[in-house]
């Protein structure tokens, strides 16, 4: 059985100057929903197969393969902007939510969220596998 679940990712205090958006499929980007100094916020919808008993990302969003899904937030010119002096992408693990965490967003209309920094150890905007990301259900 295969249902849409809310995703948000929220970036905390993002690189200024220096584009995000979170890639769809291969070839598109999504803008942030908002955007400050403090913050960027991207929410979309994923496909999630849960016939199996553990949830299966599916959809323009989840990338990867079946046992190691997840989101890239891109920035720089993987972001679209064509000048910049950065070009990386941040690898958001889905494979740390839990099948009990996908049916409480079902059942309260919730949504799935985590955040990571928005700038990386070198000073550059975060890059390769964020580790020690925190997946929650966020209730509206």
Not at 73 to 78: K, P, V, W
Not at 103 to 113: F, K, L, P, Q, T
């Amino acid at each position: 059985m295969k249902i849409d679940v809310r995703m948000r990712i929220v970036v905390l205090d993002p690189l200024a100057g220096v584009a995000m958006m979170v890639q769809e499929g291969n070839d598109k980007l999504l803008s942030p929903l908002t955007s400050s100094a403090d913050s960027l916020v991207f929410e979309f919808p994923i496909s999630v197969d849960i016939s199996s008993g553990a949830p299966n990302f599916l959809g323009k969003f989840a990338q990867g393969p079946k046992d190691a899904r997840f989101v890239y937030a891109n920035s720089g010119t993987y972001a679209g902007e064509h000048h910049s002096f950065w070009g990386r992408r941040a690898k958001l693990s889905l494979m740390s939510i839990t099948m009990r965490q996908v049916e409480d967003a079902i059942e309260s209309a919730g949504v799935i969220e985590t955040s990571f920094p928005g700038v990386g150890r070198d000073g550059g905007p975060t890059c390769a596998s964020v580790k020690g990301l925190v997946w929650k259900v966020v209730k509206k």
